[in-house]
């Protein structure tokens, strides 16, 4: 085995696979790459990311509209999400409005119809809330 030496070997591989115009995304079955292009022609075009600012804005007129007595559907329809997402943004405000403060929060703030029974109390909280908000920000 002394006379033995290492020997250069060079092998190339070729790698065969289906792509779907995505950079570093492919594909081992070309019905799984369409579909890939399907889906992705099929979903929404997001506008442009909110500043901290404008969702606070966003999510105050969204938690309103709701308290108000405008259905989720509508009320997403007129900023550009869905309705799903709507009642997440009213839960979130409706939290943040009591967050840190002592106050009897009349029925059940988990419960749309309990908040929209009780719309004024709710309103009010939304509305200090903004103004805290706009305090701090000065």
Known sequence: MKNVKPKWIKKRVILFHWSCLKTEHNHKDYGVAQRCIDRTGSQ?????????????????????????GLSPEAAGKDVGIGATRVIQVVRYIIRKSVWRMEVD??????????????????????????????????
């Open 44 to 68: 929404k075009k997001r506008g442009p990311r909110l500043s901290h600012e404008e969702l606070f804005k966003r999510n105050v007129f969204v938690a309103r509209s709701i308290i108000g």
């Open 105 to 138: 929060v009349p029925g059940d703030m988990y419960d749309m119809r309990s908040v929209i029974e009780h719309k004024i109390f709710w309103l009010d909280r939304i509305q200090k809330m903004v103004d805290h908000h706009t305090l701090n920000e000065c």
